[in-house]
């Protein structure tokens, strides 16, 4: 009986004490710009200009973010993060209807992000798990300035003339949302490593650039997908464990 009453107390044990406090957390690593992403113009706003709706491919880049938040001990988290991304243009596609666009070699250029959100997360604490590996999920929502800042000059550019050129210096700031799914590795008694998957996107932005020297609207759509990792350290002390009991055959008990 008191095995079996033992047995049964250390089953019921969660793994660890929760943590409840701020926490503060960094971290860089691959920002993957999706391909062809929609790149066109709305309509010619001056002489020259013309109307194409086209894609923009992207090299890989880089990302960092810093967050600040607050484990509220019941596996979830809410955060501030503060995020730059960063990829470098490699071409506008032609769209098959006599336009060539800008061949990779005929642009030059990047589109900067940087993003304000506010994320709640969720901890998969599964009770019995000692690995330290906590996996977790969550999104967010909030704010981007997204600034496309490219020159191109295509000499055999069509529907012309020759040589075709696009502009953009502009940015804007945009609703922005993502989805995130990591899992984080206890390191020490504070601090746990950090590797989180990112997709970032804002709502379409229309830019006011150049076509052939003209003015010209430009519409541009940013989605990303991230690869990070980091490091997440709680700035309280874990809380002390709780006192276990062992029960004795009389019902007495004895920490």
């Known amino acids: 009986t008191t095995l079996l009453a033992a047995t049964a107390t250390l089953a019921l044990m969660p793994a660890a004490n929760a943590y409840e406090g701020l926490y503060g957390a960094i ?6 710009m999706e391909p062809d992403r929609d790149l066109s113009n709305d ?23 810093t967050a600040i938040g607050y484990d ?13 991304r960063n990829n470098d243009f490699r071409h506008i596609a ?3 209807a006599g336009f ?26 599964y009770i019995g798990n000692d690995s330290g590996l906590t996996p ?6 909030g704010f981007a300035n997204i600034d496309p800042e490219f020159a191109g000059s295509n000499p055999f ?8 050129t696009i502009a953009n210096t502009q940015s804007q700031s945009l609703f922005a949302y993502q989805g995130i ?20 996107a804002t709502k379409k932005g229309n830019y006011a650039g150049t076509l052939n020297g003209a003015p010209a609207n430009l519409d541009f759509s940013y989605h990303t997908h991230s690869l990070f990792a980091g490091l997440r350290w709680n700035f309280n002390a874990p809380p002390a464990p709780p006192v276990q009991y062992k029960y004795c055959w009389d019902n007495s008990s004895v920490p």
């Open 72 to 84: 509220w001990g019941n596996n979830f988290r809410t955060e501030l993060e503060f995020a730059y």
């Open 157 to 164: 550019g069509a529907p012309g003339p020759n040589p075709m």
């Open 136 to 141: 977790y999920i969550g999104g967010g929502v």
């Open 181 to 200: 799914a990591g899992v984080a590795y206890q390191l020490a008694e504070r601090v746990a490593l950090d590797l989180s998957y990112r997709y970032f």
């Open 94 to 96: 032609p769209d098959g």
């Open 43 to 65: 309509g010619p706003n001056g002489t020259g200009a013309f109307i194409f709706d086209s894609d923009a491919d992207f090299d890989k880049g880089i990302g960092v973010y």
């Open 27 to 32: 971290g860089a690593g691959l920002n993957y």
């Open 100 to 125: 060539s666009g800008w061949p990779e070699g005929t642009i030059a250029g990047d589109v900067d992000s940087r993003s304000i959100m506010l994320n709640v997360l969720y901890d998969l604490n």
